[in-house]
């Protein structure tokens, strides 16, 4: 018995929606003689899959069976039902089941006010219904199948009507109440004009829920696999559901809107997107009754159909933090994390829920943590520097800050996004720094893997911080001739890459004077008709003139374009499909 019951169990954990095997595992356990136990399968089974018009009508056949005196128990299960499925377009046999149940036992006028709400309730039966009811009024008289109050009121207007017609003989007779007996209540041709006045009240509301079938026949008909399977949909279901999502959504009606997206999220399952649009139409309705409703739905996502899918598993831990439940958002990130580690978005949403949240100690820890972790460089690097921005910005920790980019520098030591926060930091630390700011500039530049234009950058990064903040003006000097040094070097690697061009041998002519100084001289030193790269001021012999510096220059100090290379996706998340294998 434990065995089956755990075979049941694993099964239906991992797929709620295949009602069947709740039915059957609810039969198992009845005639194993486990009432209790049955009753609970059951219950289990209606929480998971309520829309399930077959389960339904099979735990109501056994309450009904179990317990056949108990009239009012019985009645909350039809009513239970009726609210958990009765809007769904085949729910027929629940509602005829009732009716049925509440004529046997001839209790009319209960039978009467159900056939009021279906003939309301667009279903695929809708016609049937409307003659059944005809019947059901034909057959059974008046007074019988209305409430007092009901049965009165007509009973007065036709007597009106009849008298004002001059038909009939009964005008003087007194108005009794329904099942009195004593004398004859209405003649035949009276009980037939109710009866007819009856049926012409509800053929209105018959004909508004023709119009509602009408608008959604073509979308029902277009439903082929209205259960769930493993198997992908069609292209075509899929688009139908889509469609009819959208028509019910338009009309507006709530009630309706959700029934048929619980209808969709049956079929449609394995499909991420409809879940993530059902979420997003509850969010978007802004009223708070409706959060147990979202988590709901999140949880079933998240937990059961789409447990390796990280777009909705962060979205949910965005609503729970939304509502300021933020221990569970934490749980939430960690377990998709768990699922699918290596993913520099669930890594990044994690630090910062930590951060909104104020655990400062805990945001230290997942940054330290990814870190040392990471096999990829390139994100390690970018997870130290916002690390080491956080210490600086959060923690106002700027010795911690350092500690940080000096480790991320000997794992990557070529990388200058590195150098150049460690140059901001050092900038921002109070007292004197000129030492430590170009010592790591020189760092850098004494690096023969670097690539000429970064060195290039740098250099000019060196000229203009000591002519900011320099106390030398040889330092100064000395920082402007190595600038233009690497600017010569760089020229005349270009030239020789130029002339090993096979493919235009000497076709390429010289480069027009404007252009002699590809990174412009520092600050259009001299007078705008010097050509050399680094004239003197015909009245200063000796001194550069910098009123112009920085107006032509590429590599504008405050708004640095040195190329990133690799690093251009900084600050971007990753694409969960493939991550970033840290």
Known sequence: MEAAR????????????????????????????????????????????????????????????????????????????????GLEFRSDRLWDSYIKWETDNKRLQLATAIYDRLLATPTQGYTTHFDNFQEHVSTNPPNKILEVDEFLALRKEVKHMLKHDGTSDSADKPDLPPGEDTEEVSSDEETKAIRERIISIRRKIHKNTVTAVTGRWNFEEGIKRPYFHVKPLERCQLKNWQEYLDYEIEHGDQTRIIVLFERCLIACALYEEFWLRFVHYLEGLKDPELHSKIKDVYERACTIHHIKKPNLHLQWAMFEESVKNYNKAAEILANIEKSVPNLLQVANRRINLERRREDYEKCSQLYEHYILNSKNKIISTNLAIKYARFCQRILKNIDKSLEVLNSALTKDPNNSRIYLQLIDMTMQKEGPCEKEVVGLIDAFLEKESTDMEQKILFAQRKLEFLEDFGSDI????????????????????????????TSKKDKNPPLPSSQANTYGSYGSYGNSSSTGPYQYSSSQQGQYNYSQYGQSDQYQYGNWQYPQGGYSGYNQWSGYSGGYGY
Not at 43 to 53: M, N
Not at 475 to 500: F, H, L, M
């Open 6 to 85: 755990e075979a049941y169990d694993a099964f239906l954990s991992h797929y709620p929606y295949c009602y069947g095997y709740w039915r059957k595992y609810a039969d198992y356990e009845k005639r194993k003689g486990n009432k209790k136990k049955c009753e609970e399968v059951f219950e289990r089974g209606l929480k998971a899959i309520p829309l399930s018009v077959d389960l339904w009508i099979h735990y109501l056949t056994y309450v009904r069976t179990t317990k056949p005196d108990d009239e009012d128990f019985i009645r909350s299960q039809f009513e239970r039902a009726l609210g958990a499925c």
């Open 474 to 501: 040889q330092c100064v000097q000395g920082a402007y001739e190595e600038y233009q040094k690497y600017i010569k070097q760089n020229k005349e690697t270009k030239k020789k890459e130029t002339k090993t061009d």
